[in-house]
């Protein structure tokens, strides 16, 4: 059982001066201390925590309102701009930059009275799936040391089924949010592309790119993504968010809900006891009286190489930036301007952000941009005829999450192939811009096991509601 309670919960003792915001933080900041072996956390931020939980308890004291998450703890994945510490992603290059301002996101949750405790750690710019890409430590897997949370969000998922905060936030550019939160038994949230904003996080593939939580249950996924959605003039690919808000019913009935089960990730290469564990939550669906079929994306054995051609090409442009010059790291004892840039992104760049430069790069080069970078645009548009076309037979698609429960530290990470496809279950959504949600599903091995729930674009507070009867059903 956790220490915490839920979010609303939790906010509600706050708010009628029950609990002090004071003690909240003195209890997260504790848990970080005593579980410290899990390499979760990047950095504290343990001052500027105190200082806001004092103002939120003097609020409450003289009878003033406080928002509707007043004192809650929360956990920012390293590569949001926050007040109080280092933005870093993880990376060498970025050592020393301090945020001019704050990311979007940070600042409504922060309006309503969340307080972020700390910055968790995550695969170097965002770039892998088990935080062995941090330039600074591998973040550990809660229910066995010797394996990887996942990643990128691995810290942040981590530090939240570690019971650090009642929930952090993650981001999601190929399932990021999803696979650490399968793999560690959380709950990960990737909103319909565009639903939050991402102005002030540090960007990876701006055309996948999606902001989300991390939590324990799906309500406290649906109140933190109900404070976080809609349109920010600060990032104009943000879009409206729905009129009915996303706080969920009580319990909906399943009845009539027609689920499809994507067949291609039913298929080889999955792990038969996780295909056992997804089959039976699937039948408990039925059961409840969920209408389930069969679909089939033919592209989707595509999405994979189509994602590794798109994500290393934006990841490229979006690097171009970091030239040891306007903030981070700058190598010292250079001869020119031209050295300073190499040797500055030479010596702060891992050999994930090298390898994706230089893959990316040759993709989007002369002679083989139509070659590789169109005929990938091309295949993504594909894609996403076939997902629409899915989603006019059915409401919703059901598959695994990961292929395969969390692996050892250190197993594939000579092997840059292997650990691509550990995305692939999850690159599609992002490629195509569904929401998706990943529960836990139960376990293999005794490590967690994550179901993979897709809905169509906007259609965010109907899939959280689907994830909250199921999350039932499988307690």
């Not at 309500?219 to 959605?229: F, T, W, Y």
Request: with cysteine; net charge negative; glycine share 8%.
């Amino acid at each position: 059982m956790s220490q915490w309670k839920s979010i609303t919960e939790i906010a509600l003792n706050v708010q009628n001066g029950t609990v002090k915001a004071a003690d909240l933080v003195e209890q997260s900041l504790k848990t970080i201390e005593g579980q410290k072996q899990f390499n979760a956390i990047i950095v504290g931020l343990t001052n500027r925590a105190r200082e806001r939980a004092a103002e939120i308890d003097a609020k409450i004291a003289g009878g003033k309102s406080v928002g509707r998450l007043a004192g809650v703890p929360f956990i920012a994945k390293d590569n949001f701009l926050v007040f109080g510490a280092e933005t870093t992603a993880a990376s060498n290059i970025l050592k020393g930059f301090n945020a001019p301002y704050q990311s979007t996101s940070i600042e409504m949750l922060e309006a309503e009275g969340a307080i972020c405790v700390a910055k968790a750690n995550l695969d170097a710019f965002a770039h892998g799936s088990s935080t062995e890409n941090s330039d600074f430590f591998t973040t550990k897997n809660p229910h066995d040391e010797t394996r990887v949370p996942g990643g990128s969000s691995g810290g942040s998922a981590a530090s939240v089924v570690l019971d650090m905060a009642p929930f952090a936030l993650g981001t999601d550019t190929g399932g990021s949010i999803r696979l650490p939160a399968a793999y560690c038994g959380a709950v990960g949230y990737k909103p319909t592309y565009g639903l939050v904003s991402r102005s002030g996080v540090v960007a990876m593939a701006s055309s996948t790119d999606v902001i989300g939580p991390l939590t324990r249950t799906v309500d406290d996924a649906a109140l933190v993504l109900d404070v976080l959605a809609g349109s920010d003039a600060m990032d104009s690919t943000t879009i409206e968010r729905d009129e009915a808000g996303y706080i969920l019913n009580e319990s909906g009935s399943l009845k009539g809900s027609k689920i499809g089960i994507v067949k291609e990730y039913m298929a080889e290469g999955v792990d038969p006891e996780v295909k056992k564990l997804i089959e039976n939550a699937i039948e408990k669906l039925r059961v409840a009286g969920a209408e389930i079929t069969e679909v089939s994306l033919p592209s989707l054995s595509a999405a994979l190489a189509v994602y590794y051609i798109i994500c290393p090409a934006e990841v490229s442009s979006n690097l171009g930036r970091y030239d040891g010059k306007r903030y981070g790291f700058s190598a010292d004892d250079t001869k020119d301007l031209e050295d300073s840039y190499n040797q500055s992104r030479s010596i702060g760049f891992g050999k994930e952000a090298k390898r994706r430069i230089m893959i990316g790069t040759y993709v989007l080069s002369s002679g083989y941009y139509d070659a590789y970078y169109k005929k990938a645009q091309t295949v993504r548009t594909k894609l996403i005829n076939e997902f629409n076309t899915a989603f006019q037979q059915v409401d919703f698609l059901i598959g695994p999450t990961a292929p395969n429960i969390a692996f050892k530290i250190g197993e594939n990470v000579d092997d840059p192939l292997q650990m691509y496809l550990t995305d692939i279950l999850t690159v599609a959504a992002n490629l195509v811009g569904v929401p998706a949600i990943s529960l836990p599903a139960g376990k293999s091995q005794n490590m967690p096991v994550g179901l993979q729930l897709m809905a169509p674009q906007k259609a965010d507070r109907a899939l959280l509601q689907l994830a909250k009867n199921t999350e039932e059903l499988l307690s």
